[in-house]
């Protein structure tokens, strides 16, 4: 059973179009983080490490049951965590993306604690408005997604973006250990980016209910696009630190849990590929 099982999961990465190239020799695993906190234990857990500083970005090469791992601390927003991303590509060569940290609560179904699969992630802090004359107010509700921050070139031609999907193989194995994580639950949903931090109830329930999101942070988008841009399979992962839905406040222990439950999922990744 335990052997067909792993062949199951096998084959869903086999077959997710990102994904052929997610092969032992075909790179090391990346996996980022935006802050000390985010990161602290992802590199605790490396073996044979060393740093590589590219500008102001830190990376740390090592191993992970014997297979190589890089951490990225990518720092906060959508500009590092480009930055960031870019350079781990073109330096490093993975073989798959996870990004990974804390978020705020958007789906009231949610706690403090609890973790969110990114089945998709979106630039959520991108606006247009239509035109409004002088006096007659601001209107934010009515405002619209401004996606063409999304867009890419692909073989010299303008592709529409509305979110980015994570690798299916990857979202797969994500979601098979749900069971196992003990400080809350673990569930697929949709995560927002933007350079904001929002705390206005009424608001969070409105991009909840417009653009249907489980969390908020300030990275997984971005490190997406990027993602997309070169084909590398990609995946994002947030543990609710805080939710105002609930009245919970961060929490930083909420950190070291999503990097355990990464770690354990990364050598889940790494048994299937040996």
């Given at each position: 059973?335990?052997?067909?099982k ?6 869903c990465?086999?077959?997710?179009p990102?994904?052929m ?14 802050m ?6 992802l590199?605790?857990a ?26 990225s ?6 500009a ?46 991108a606006?247009?408005?239509e035109f ?22 692909e ?27 003990t ?43 990027v ?16 939710t ?9 222990q ?11 999922y ?9």
């Amino acid at each position: 059973m335990l052997l067909l099982k792993r062949g199951l999961l096998l084959c869903c990465i086999m077959l997710s179009p990102m994904s052929m190239a997610a092969t032992p020799t075909s790179g090391p695993i990346l996996i980022q983080g935006a802050m000390d906190i985010e990161t602290t234990t992802l590199i605790a857990a490396l073996k044979e490490k060393s740093e590589v500083t590219l500008g102001s970005w830190s990376f740390w090469q090592g191993t992970i049951n014997d297979y190589p791992v890089i951490i990225s601390r990518t720092e906060v927003g959508i500009a590092n965590a480009a930055a960031a991303t870019t350079l781990a590509i073109e330096r490093f060569k993975p073989a798959l993306i996870i990004n990974q940290g804390t978020a705020g609560g958007h789906d009231p179904q949610l706690q403090r604690g609890d973790i969110v699969i990114g089945k998709t992630s979106f630039n959520m802090g991108a606006y247009k408005s239509e035109f409004t004359a002088q006096g007659k107010g601001i209107a934010p509700t009515k405002w619209q997604n401004f996606s063409v921050t999304m867009r890419l070139r692909e073989q010299g031609k303008l592709v529409e973006h509305n979110n980015f999907a994570a690798d299916k193989g990857l979202l797969h194995i994500a979601t098979t250990m749900a069971n196992s994580y003990t400080k809350g639950k673990v569930v697929t949903g949709v995560i927002g980016t933007a350079d904001e931090w929002n705390r206005e109830v009424d608001r969070i329930n409105w991009l909840h209910k417009t653009y249907n999101t489980s969390v908020e942070e300030m990275e997984t988008s971005s490190a997406a696009l990027v993602a997309q841009a070169y084909k590398v399979p990609f995946i994002g992962i947030r543990i609710l630190s805080n939710t105002d839905l609930h009245n919970q406040d961060f929490d930083p222990q909420t950190a070291v849990d999503c990097q355990q439950f990464v770690i354990d999922y990364t050598k889940k990744i790494i048994m299937m590929r040996n």
